[in-house]
Structure formats: C-alpha cells, structure tokens
C-alpha cells in the first residue's frame, strides 16, 4: 500500500513508469502496479493520465522556481553572479532529477492547452529573470539589445545541457560556467559598441514579465528582494551626490530587511517607498514604481 504523501508517491511512481515506458506507453494500470494498489485508486487523486501528467510538471517547476528563487534572495552575490549560478544549478537540476528529464526525452508527449500553457508560462518566466539580470550587470545601455542576449545565452546554456542529457557528454560546470560567462562578456561588450542592435521587439519583454507575474507564485517575494538589490546596484548610475546616494542606499537596505521578513510592517514598506520616489531619476523611478506594483501584490 501507498504510505506516506500518497500524491508524491504516485508523481514518483508515473514519473518512473514514463521515463522507462514513454507516456503513451504508460497505463494508470502500470503506474498502479509499482505501488501495490488498485488502479481506481489512483483516480482519487488524479482525473486521467493527462492530469497526472500536469502535476507532474507543475511539481517541478515549482521546486524549480523555489529553489532559483532561494538562489536569487542572496544578498551576497551580484547580478553577475546570479548568472553564473544559474547555469551550474541548471545542470545541478538534472544531476538530481535524471528521472524527469528521461521522461521528457522518452517521447514528444500529446499536451492539452493546459499543459502548453504550464510549460511557456515556466519558460517566460526563466527569460524574463535572465533578462532583468543582464540589465542589471552590463547596465541600462544593453537594455536594447538584452532580450536577443537572454535568447543567446538560454540557448547556450540548453544545447550544453542537451549534450548531457541526450549525449551523456559530462562537463566540469563551474569551468563551463565560467566559459560561458565570458562568452556572455563578450557579446555583450560588442552590442554595446556597435550601438545594441536587435532584432526582438520590446513587446516580447512585456510577453516575459506577464508570464512572471501571474505564474510565480510563491517565488514572487523573493523576486522582490532581487529586485531592490538590483535598484540598489544601479542608483551609482544615475545619483552622483554622495549624500543623496547614501540616502538611497540605506532607505533600500531598511526595505530589503522588512520585506525579509514574514510579516512586513506596512508603514515601513510604505514610508521607503515614499521616500525613494523622491528620486530625481527617471529610470529609477521607473523600476521603483514596478516594485510598488509587486509588493501592492503580495499584501493583497
């Protein structure tokens, strides 16, 4: 019998059962089998296959999210950093979850609308990160020619990740990620000379963080806090009176530790926020005028 979490167990068990027989050729029978339960029991938790299926890729984008986002809280890394981390963890993932990844590789799965949807919600979201954070290191000058950028660099990120995954090819990924990283350099180096040319348009950022406002859920509150981290890595850009910066700077810093927090003090929040848009700077105003949006979320 089923002990425990019974719904994890049955997620563990369809997970087993795909990666081995392919989704088509997994039956809820064979999911049953591994367990040592009947088959109807598992329609108490799970509608169809289809449905398990969701759940399955809706837990691990979840934990995914979870653990980019316990990533992103750092206070100890810059944005650069951020970066390099995501593409060792991104590697680190499938060392954890070979199961996972040998079921999305068995075959091309038949996905409903729903599922479609899960899926480029969780990809946009990725983008829209990867994007805020060559912003945030290589400065708003990029800001043109960043979401051609984020493609190149996801997409060199992946197709390593495919040679290991599909190739078993194996990588040293704190060398690949350093390798990559100034690969990154470079390209961003020259876009910035050549004046940023691109070729998306700005509308597909606005598509990216559509996608991660409405699907982040629990990861919202640490995108915040790499939000004011971020703010506060760019206020040099634009405050040269030293006595207005450090203003800035500490106002940031007593924001960033009430929203640490569990239960965050509303006037505090509010009092910074009030303060802040002080700035006589456009674009960070801008951005500051985003994170109030985002923090007006989480307490609603």
């Known amino acids: 019998m089923v002990e425990g979490n019974k719904k994890q167990q049955i997620i563990q068990a369809a997970i087993q059962c795909f990666s081995e027989k392919g989704y088509r050729g997994t039956s809820i029978q064979d999911i049953a089998d591994v367990l040592g339960i009947a088959k109807g029991s598992l329609y108490f938790y799970f509608k169809s296959k289809s449905d398990l299926l969701h759940s399955i890729m809706k837990d691990y984008m979840d934990n995914i999210a979870a653990e980019f986002a316990e990533l992103h809280a750092r206070t100890d890394l810059t944005s ?78 992946q197709n390593y990740l495919g040679m290991r995954v599909i190739e078993q090819k194996s990588f040293d ?3 690949l990620s350093d390798y990559l990283m100034n690969r990154l350099d470079a390209m961003a180096a020259d876009l910035l000379s050549e004046g940023a040319p691109y070729v998306l348009s700005p509308e597909m950022v606005e598509e990216w963080s559509a996608s991660n406002k409405h699907g982040r859920g629990k990861s919202l509150k640490a995108e915040l806090l790499l939000e004011v981290k971020e703010i506060r890595e760019q206020a040099a850009w634009y405050v040269k009176e030293p006595s207005a910066l450090e203003e800035i700077h ?26 802040l848009k002080s ?22």
Do not use: W
Request: with cysteine; aromatic share 8%.
């Open 80 to 157: 650069r950093d951020l970066l390099a981390c995501r593409i060792v963890m991104s590697y680190n993932l499938y060392e954890e979850n070979q199961n996972f990844f040998s079921m999305l590789l068995k075959e091309r799965f038949e996905i409903n609308d729903e599922i479609q949807e899960l899926v480029m919600g969780f990809r946009r979201q990725g983008l829209f990160v990867t994007h805020e954070l060559i912003c945030s290191t290589y400065g708003e000058a990029i800001r043109p020619a960043a979401r051609d950028l984020t493609i190149i660099f996801e997409a060199m990120i």
């Open 173 to 175: 990924t704190s060398k």
């Open 250 to 275: 500490s106002s940031l810093e007593v924001l960033y530790a009430e929203l640490e927090k569990p239960q965050p003090q509303q006037v505090v929040v509010k009092g910074m926020l009030v303060l």
């Open 279 to 300: 700035i006589q700077a456009p674009e960070l105003r801008k951005r500051l005028a985003k994170l109030e949006a985002g923090i007006n979320e989480v307490q609603t």
